[in-house]
């Protein structure tokens, strides 16, 4: 037997345990385990009946992702082959599912004759999630044994349901309340008592009454609007429209072309590059997986303001107590009333209780002077952005926090060496840049400066995997990196946007071409919902500050207008009292007009295939100087940086990873036409692409 299952009879019934930590993923020794243990229990005539179960935690998570990309996860049996030697057991076969069952773990459980389950059970098919479907005859036995409508919820959205989900739609036989192993036992037994033999759920029809071709072609149609540019979804149908109208084995057969049709689209591997880029961020070469780290048992931000309250929130949240210190009562309510209003909602859509939420406030502790900071292991400032204010607190904080305490600030522009440098400490200092809203939002941009200490980088890194964020290292030690690797890259993005009007796109074209794409946001909405006074501050003040800057004037038209978005109800477009969807203004589109004349502009008229590329390469090209600068450490970190933080669609994989999908020559190609046109300036093609052009490799290898 293999050391990823155990074997035992019980007075007749055969117990198959799984015991591959941590998921029992289903990896070539679990997979042969279990054919191993079913064709034992099959071939002793003392056996009358034999169930499958897992850990407590995990009953399966499914395929194992050690195994991805090696050549293990070809070794037989396959799932599919343990899974048709179920389909031939002659004895009762029952599954007990304790925790998850997720993906080939769920299809390992519906191969089985019943199923019983804890009340805590989850049970998932997230394949799609991955661009994929279940490929084990998922499609084909879930429909069978829960009602259509239902299985491709499940499968679509690839979200779990829970046991008393599954038990009403028959997919769970029976909810154990005690032991899982003795109810099982107790279960199997009583099926044998009442002389009922195995249920192959392959020999089952449907669940489904109706009219076929309407229920799916509305399906198809339905799935084609919400899920445009995924293919998954679609093919997820029609292997369930395969499940009512043909055989088994033929709907089988379908559904695995089908899953290899999908593992080579450009969705698919973007989503797995999603997956993986995740799962490397906190992995720094110089910064070990065993460096010592610092504990963080209690913490202090400075600022209630919108980032403060969100970040009080997220260490709140995951049971680190915070001091939230302001200059001002009257800041200090505002910031904790923002604070309350903010839990209290989540409990109002019921995704967070009561008791909850008084928990998490009762950790956030109100205060008016930075010496409450004196016992906190981690300081986070989040002040106005100004380098003189911000160096004034850090002056402040080295008198008063304590030794071996992190000192973190949230800018977003400025250079955290210089705040770094007022201290005697700096190499406790380090950024710590969330987003807004700083408890949704995933993205962490881990600065690190020129003296950050390796510990403080890898208990930051350990801290924001804790607080449910994905951090992503921007490294400013060599050189500075304006806006760090998002906000740099940003930038040029929201340039594009401005010429793309001026040469003649309107903004909503542009906001259209960007969505349709799968952008969540196109940037002329984005800009009017931020205010787009911000970034008309900065420039002022840049303008001031060196004769040579310059800026789509464009921009600065809209704002001069008194546009400053939704603020002032009227932006890029204008809005009804209280209500945010823009419309369409014939005022704004005269300023923009004015605007062309006055550089001298004959609007002409831009596709949307131009506008995405402009978009989306303005981006790559700033990422291959970022990543050439080595302020990302690779070229997954900034896809991931877009993937979580900007609203990037997952299944374009970021946009290094989108450049790399499209062929870096061609990319080259149309960075290099754009060169050549307007504005093109700001089009210098980044060395590291011309490159990697040239010897016809990718950013991501
Ligand atoms: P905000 O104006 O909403 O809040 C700042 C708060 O800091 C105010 O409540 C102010 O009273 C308080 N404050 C100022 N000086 C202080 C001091 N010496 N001691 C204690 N409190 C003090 O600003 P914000 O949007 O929360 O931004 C804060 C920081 O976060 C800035 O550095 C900003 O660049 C950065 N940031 C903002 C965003 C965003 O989307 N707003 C995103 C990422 C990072």
């Not at 035992?8 to 019934?13: K, R």
């Not at 071409?513 to 799968?518: E, K, L, N, Q």
């Not at 390469?617 to 990422?623: D, H, I, P, Q, R």
Request: aromatic fraction near 6%; proline fraction near 5%; include cysteine.
């Amino acid at each position: 037997m293999s050391e990823a299952t155990q074997y035992s009879v019980h007075d007749g019934i055969a117990v198959i345990t799984m015991t591959s930590p941590p998921v029992n993923g289903l990896g070539y020794a679990l997979r042969g385990g279990l054919m191993d243990c079913l064709k034992k229990a099959a071939g002793d005539p003392a056996v009358k009946a034999a169930i499958i179960i897992g850990s407590a935690k995990a009953f399966s998570g499914g395929a194992d992702i050690r195994e991805f990309n090696t050549p293990q996860k070809d070794i037989p049996p396959s799932l599919p082959e343990v899974n048709v030697f179920q389909d031939t057991m002659t004895k009762l076969l029952v599954a007990a599912i304790g925790g998850f069952a997720l993906g080939g773990g769920l299809e390992l459980a519906l191969a089985c004759h019943y199923r019983v389950a804890l009340g805590r059970a989850l049970f998932g098919l997230p394949e799609v999630k991955l661009g994929i479907l279940p490929g084990s005859g998922g499609t084909q036995r879930l429909p069978r044994i829960i009602p259509v409508a239902e299985a491709l919820s499940m499968m679509i959205s690839g979200n779990p349901i829970p046991a008393d989900k599954a038990r009403e739609y028959g997919l769970v036989d029976e909810i154990v309340a005690g032991d899982l192993l003795d109810g099982a036992i107790a279960f199997a037994r009583k099926l044998l008592a009442d002389g009922k033999g195995p249920r192959r759920m392959r020999d089952m029809k449907a669940k489904f009454d109706g009219d076929v071709a309407s229920f799916f072609d509305d399906a198809l149609a339905r799935a084609a609007r919400e899920y445009r540019g995924q293919p998954a979804p679609l093919e997820i149908i029609k292997c369930v429209r395969d499940a009512v109208t043909i055989p088994f084995d033929d709907g089988q057969a379908e559904s695995w072309k089908r899953v290899q049709m999908l593992v080579n689209t450009v969705e698919s591997k973007a989503l797995r590059h999603m997956f993986f880029g995740e799962r490397q961020t906190t992995k720094i070469p110089d910064v070990p997986d065993d460096t010592p780290q610092r504990a963080i048992k209690s913490a202090a931000v400075i600022g209630a303001g919108t980032m403060g309250g969100g970040i009080a929130m997220s260490l709140a949240n995951a049971g680190i107590p915070v001091a939230l210190i302001e200059m001002k009562q009257e800041a200090l309510d505002r910031g904790l009333g923002n604070i309350t209003r903010n839990y209290a909602s989540t409990v109002s859509k019921g995704r967070l209780t009561q008791q909850k939420m008084d928990e998490h406030i009762a950790l956030i502790t109100p205060a008016l002077d930075l010496a409450a900071t004196k016992d906190a292991d981690l300081v986070i400032e989040a002040v106005f952005e100004r380098m003189d204010v911000k160096q004034e607190v850090f002056r402040k904080l080295d008198a008063v926090a304590k030794a071996g305490a992190i000192l973190a600030t949230n800018t977003s522009t400025l250079d955290v060496n210089r705040i770094a440098a007022v201290t005697k400490r700096p190499q406790d200092v380090i950024g710590l840049h969330f987003f807004s809203p700083a408890n949704v939002m995933r993205l962490l941009e881990v600065v690190r400066a020129a003296k950050t200490g390796k510990d403080v980088l890898a208990t930051a890194l350990s801290l924001g995997k804790k607080i449910g964020k994905v951090p992503v290292v921007a490294d400013i030690s060599k050189s500075m990196s304006d806006g760090f690797i998002g906000n740099r890259m940003l930038e040029k993005y929201m340039h594009q946007s401005l010429y793309l009007v001026e040469e003649g796109a309107s903004p909503a074209q542009v906001d259209k071409a960007a969505t349709d794409w799968g952008l969540a946001m196109g940037p002329f909405t984005m800009g009017d919902m931020a205010g787009l006074d911000i970034s008309w501050d900065v420039r002022k003040r840049r303008y001031a500050e060196s004769p040579d800057f310059e800026f789509p004037r464009v921009a600065d038209r809209i704002c001069e207008a008194g546009r400053l978005g939704q603020k002032t109800a009227k932006g890029w477009y204008r809005y009804e009292p209280g209500k945010r969807k823009p419309l369409p203004d014939p005022e704004a589109d005269a300023i923009i007009a004015a605007c062309r004349k006055e550089i001298g502009l004959t609007p002409r008229a831009i596709s949307n295939e131009e506008t995405v590329e402009r978009l989306v390469y303005a981006l790559t090209n700033e990422g291959a100087k970022i990543l050439e600068e080595g302020i990302a450490l690779r070229a997954s970190d900034i896809d991931i940086t877009y993937l979580m933080g900007y609203g990037f669609p997952h299944y374009r994989g970021g946009p290094m990873f989108w450049a790399d999908a499209q062929g870096l020559d061609r990319v080259l190609a149309r960075i290099e036409a754009f060169h050549k046109g307007y504005r093109g300036e700001h089009w210098k093609p980044a060395p590291l692409l011309v490159k990697l052009a040239a010897e016809g490799k990718k950013f991501n290898t």
